[in-house]
């Protein structure tokens, strides 16, 4: 899925979808051509990201969040 549909379906801006890849939230594969390439873990991964915001929480507490959860279950 590339990155205009998922801006879509989720309902976050392509802008803010590029922002969390660079803060580490998130990892979509590349493409040969290098398009990412979104898949439902992405889309899952940007609708709590997204709850997470509306809920007041930064993306500094997400990526400590992510952190945690991750070194609890590799």
């Given amino acids: 899925m590339k990155i205009k549909q998922v801006e879509e379906l ?3 801006t392509s802008k803010n979808i590029r922002f ?3 803060q580490g939230l998130l990892t979509p594969e590349r ?3 290098g398009y990412r390439e979104y898949h439902q873990k992405n889309i899952d991964t940007l609708k709590k990201i997204k709850l997470l ?3 007041g929480v930064s993306v500094e ?3 400590a969040l992510c952190n945690s959860l991750h070194e609890f279950n590799p």
């Fill in 10 to 12: 989720v309902g976050i």
């Fill in 20 to 22: 969390y890849e660079s």
């Fill in 31 to 33: 493409a040969e051509n």
């Fill in 53 to 55: 915001r509306k809920l």
């Fill in 61 to 63: 507490e997400i990526k």
